[in-house]
């Protein structure tokens, strides 16, 4: 599919998006992979009315399987922790 890069006029300019997906600004994408982790961690299903959030290369929107783990550790490796997070 074709992306719109920006993803609308008053977006950072390495943003994009298509009819499915929307990417994140370059600096803010490792920030929001590793939230994404954290919240597959966190979200076990172990406690009373949650789901087993999973991490997955097939996201389904009828699942609890979100994201694209391969994408999220790219923008990991690319974007890593600043002195904000690290500190936090």
Do not use: I, N
Not at 59 to 85: A, I, R
């Amino acid at each position: 599919a074709d992306c719109t890069t920006p993803a609308h006029k008053e977006a950072a300019p390495s943003t994009s998006k298509d009819s499915d997906r929307f990417q994140p600004p370059a600096e803010e994408r490792g920030d929001l992979a590793r939230s994404l982790m954290y919240m597959a961690v966190r979200y076990d299903g172990s406690e009373e009315a949650t789901t087993d959030l999973e991490l997955s290369d097939c996201p389904c929107p009828y699942t609890s399987h979100m994201g694209v783990l391969s994408t999220l550790l790219t923008w990991h490796v690319q974007d890593p922790p600043d002195e904000h997070e690290r500190t936090r």
